[in-house]
């Protein structure tokens, strides 16, 4: 495959930009999960916090912070109001008070069989293969590793 050169007016086109098409399909992305969490009660940071517990409970909030790329000034009200819901517990460690665990209460655990229909949704509105989507994403994901780097 030959590489495209692109002039320098042609770099700075909209369309021609990573940027804005992750950003914009981001968006789209959000705005398709919606619906589908205000069935669950949910935004999408709380569902992405309901995610990493679902696979594993009882993270430190460091822990689940390191998962999603989330300082903890920006988890702790997360964490707050999904206690308040009654769906998960902060838990302070008895050997350090100073850590704190996040466990999922039952409705918490509950609340996992009735997100299961999503991803089939996701998959739906995207008209893309499985295989076609679990590429996208290892793509994505090494994307960000690079640039993270």
């Not at 009660?41 to 790329?69: A, C, F, I, K, N």
């Not at 008070?97 to 996701?122: D, F, M, N, Y």
Request: positive net charge.
């Amino acid at each position: 495959m030959a590489t495209q050169k692109l002039t320098p007016d042609q770099t700075l086109l909209l369309d021609n930009q990573l940027c804005f098409a992750l950003y914009s399909a981001s968006l789209a992305m959000t705005k398709l999960y919606k619906p589908l969490l205000e069935e669950l009660g949910l935004t999408y940071p709380q569902y992405l916090v309901m995610l990493v517990l679902w696979e594993r409970d009882g993270l430190m909030v460091s822990e689940l912070g390191e998962r999603l790329s989330l300082d903890s000034g920006t988890l702790t009200p997360l964490l707050k109001r999904l206690e308040a819901s009654g769906l998960v517990a902060r838990i302070r460690d008895v050997q350090d008070e100073r850590r704190v665990h996040i466990t999922l209460t039952a409705a918490g655990r509950k609340l996992k069989s009735r997100a299961t229909r999503i991803p089939g949704c996701i998959l739906a509105a995207s008209q893309c293969s499985i295989p076609e989507l679990i590429s996208l994403t290892r793509q994505v994901q090494a994307l960000r590793q690079r640039l993270t780097a």
